[in-house]
């Protein structure tokens, strides 16, 4: 597994590595270090990344310092993480980087909720780089003051009963964007359009304002759903389906139950307002869950004439796509900003900056 972003590649350690370290530390606390990062890895052969200390390189192979976890999530999801870089290297930005990386990978693996790091008191560069990375400082822990940085802001359940679902107003329209793009960046591919797609679906035809919906905390937009007519067409028939994308919730508020509650109501919605049923391209771990079903089930590809596991339909009333066959066409607007990759990239300057990394789940 390797993570890449724009200076660095970072990877853990394999076994074999790490004992070599271990052999080759003449420092006695290092070689203790070193010594319980490997029973570590030990204990959970599946999840060695755990404990393993990461090598930072250059992107031409120099090694540059060492980044790594002390363990995996504990019953509260939190792990937390150490690092160093060497001293010729300092000062460049390249602390900054790694945190943010590894970071990034973190908060997006099963049972993760915080990430947390310790600094020495007088530690201000150490200090500059998590609060860079948006730790924030929460009192001391056994080794200095103690930073943490949360996957989302409460995780006591009190959040899910303030969420308001409404109609997106045009005051929310940087926010809602904004949101699109924390939840989709370095998600599928490295950056993400899908901020920009929101932009371009409201000035589309096809758009439906009136399906689509927003999710708010406490007066902050935090999540989302759009909505689009789109049609199969069957001989020289054309049926109107919906479609809809994207749906998303910030990253520091998802694991909530907003993200369904969008889908499920707007369904609702859809289904009052004379709708008969949604065609996605979408998650298959995900939206199965929510009733939806392979396109292959209802006798429609693709415009290309295939058939693949997150192409999925669903009937919002009985038998609603029953006399529907042929291929799905989406609206015109979402293959649109696939190709507009530079006006996206202009788009983006809007929003605060975010690194593009290669991550190992991306599409290839």
């Known amino acids: 597994m390797i993570i890449e972003s724009e200076r660095l590649r970072i990877r853990p350690r394999t076994m074999e590595e790490m004992d070599k370290l271990y052999k080759a530390e003449q420092d006695e606390e290092m070689k203790k270090a070193y010594l319980e990062m490997i029973k570590c890895m ?37 792990v937390e993480i150490g690092y160093g870089i060497d001293e010729e290297y300092r000062r460049k930005g390249y602390a900054t980087e790694a945190v943010y990386d590894v970071t990034e990978w973190a908060m997006k693996q099963k049972g993760v909720l915080c990430v947390t790091a310790q600094t020495d008191i007088d530690n201000e560069i150490s200090k500059k780089v ?24 409460d995780n006591t359940g009190s959040l899910k009963e303030k969420v308001i679902i409404r109609e997106e107003r045009e005051s929310d329209y940087y926010e809602t964007e904004l949101v699109a ?54 001989g020289d ?42 065609i996605i391209f979408g998650e298959p771990y995900y939206y199965p869950r929510h009733g939806f079903k392979t396109c292959d089930n209802f006798g429609i590809t693709t415009c290309d004439g295939e058939n693949f596991d997150p192409f999925m339909g669903i009937e919002l009333v009985k038998d609603g796509l029953k006399d529907v066959k042929g291929k799905f066409y989406e609206a015109a607007v979402y293959e649109e900003c696939n190709s507009y990759t530079a006006k996206a990239d202009e788009y983006d300057k809007k929003f605060p900056y975010m690194m593009k990394l290669k991550m190992p789940w991306q599409w290839n």
């Open 237 to 278: 028939k054309k049926i109107d389906v919906l479609t809809f994308g994207p749906l998303c919730v910030d990253p520091m508020y998802q694991n909530l139950g907003i993200g369904s509650r969008l889908l499920e109501e707007t369904m609702e919605i859809a289904r009052q307002k004379g709708h008969k049923a949604i």
């Open 42 to 78: 030990k204990n959970d052969l599946e999840h060695q990344e755990w404990g393993a200390d990461w090598l930072i390189e250059l992107k031409e192979g120099t090694s540059i310092g060492g980044i790594c976890f002390k363990g995996g999530p504990d019953e509260k999801g939190i």
């Open 130 to 153: 998590l609060r860079k990375n948006n730790f924030v400082e929460d009192g001391m822990g056994e080794e200095g003051p103690l930073f943490k940085k949360y996957r989302y802001a």
């Open 181 to 234: 793009k924390r939840a989709f960046w370095n998600l599928h591919v490295p950056g993400c359009n899908e901020h920009y797609l929101v932009h371009l679906l409201r000035e589309s035809k096809d758009y439906l304002p009136e399906l689509s919906r927003v999710a708010e905390i406490d007066g902050k937009i935090v999540g989302e759903i759009f909505y689009a007519m789109s049609y199969v067409m069957d």
